[in-house]
């Protein structure tokens, strides 16, 4: 789990990444802790995520799996009304 909070405001802004149909989800994707899965700085608006967007289904063997997919860097900026993407970079796949 994870929220975002203003400490100047104490606003509460949900992470950007969370699991759901169609929704990005805070996965560590490939070696951990290789790349870092969170990046910021308290001093600024810029928060970097090394997180997956989604994942899909696959069955082996009678039972459901579920391989990660659009994995990389999520760069996000902070605003009054919560993190917005501005930019994404994804690992080849």
């Known amino acids: ?4 909070v203003d400490l100047k405001t104490g606003r509460v802004f949900p992470p950007p990444f969370h ?3 169609g929704h990005s989800y805070f996965q560590v994707p490939g070696a951990f802790p290789a790349v870092p899965t969170l990046a910021y ?3 600024s608006q810029l928060l970097i995520a090394n997180i997956c967007e989604t ?3 696959t069955q082996v063997g009678g ?3 579920y391989e ?4 990389g860097a999520h760069y996000f900026v902070m605003s009054d009304k919560g993190p917005r ?3 994404r ?3 080849d796949q």
């Open 1 to 4: 789990m994870a929220a975002i």
């Open 89 to 91: 970079v994804l690992d």
């Open 68 to 71: 990660a997919e659009k994995c």
């Open 41 to 43: 700085r308290l001093d």
């Open 19 to 21: 699991h759901g149909p």
């Open 85 to 87: 993407l501005i930019h």
């Open 63 to 65: 039972r459901v799996g």
């Open 55 to 57: 994942d899909k289904a």
